[in-house]
Nanobody, 115 residues
Framework: VQLVESGGGLVQPGGSLRLSCTAS????????VSWYRQTPGKERELVAA????????NYADSVKGRFTMSRDNANNMVYLQMNSLKPADTAVYYC?????????WGQGTQVTVSS
């Protein structure tokens, strides 16, 4: 199982970014996927999650109305569209899935929101 995030970078407050997570090594369409984020000295926090078929999503209160998670099962991809970004959104963003009893994480992508 491999998860690879991309799309992070530096953006000004109020700007947008779209993160991508490319999955391989398992039957992607059969599993839910989540986005987490982490800042130094803090625990990793759940940002958004999507069901295996993409029909249901959940978001942290801090990002509701600004972030949208989606997936493309034909291409083994998940996305996190982030709009109206704030400095508080600065973090390393990870995608995660559970396959059986095991939890898999990507390597993370840095998002920095700063003027």
């Amino acid at each position: 199982v491999q998860l690879v995030e991309s799309g992070g970078g530096l953006v000004q407050p109020g700007g947008s970014l779209r993160l991508s997570c490319t999955a391989s090594g398992f039957t992607f369409s059969g599993y839910a996927v989540s986005w987490y984020r982490q800042t130094p000295g803090k625990e990793r926090e759940l940002v958004a999650a999507i069901t295996s078929g993409g029909g249901s999503t959940n978001y942290a209160d801090s990002v509701k109305g600004r972030f949208t998670m989606s997936r493309d099962n034909a291409n083994n991809m998940v996305y996190l569209q982030m709009n109206s970004l704030k400095p508080a959104d600065t973090a390393v963003y990870y995608c995660k899935t559970n396959v059986g009893a095991l939890r898999y994480w990507g390597q993370g992508t840095q998002v920095t929101v700063s003027s």
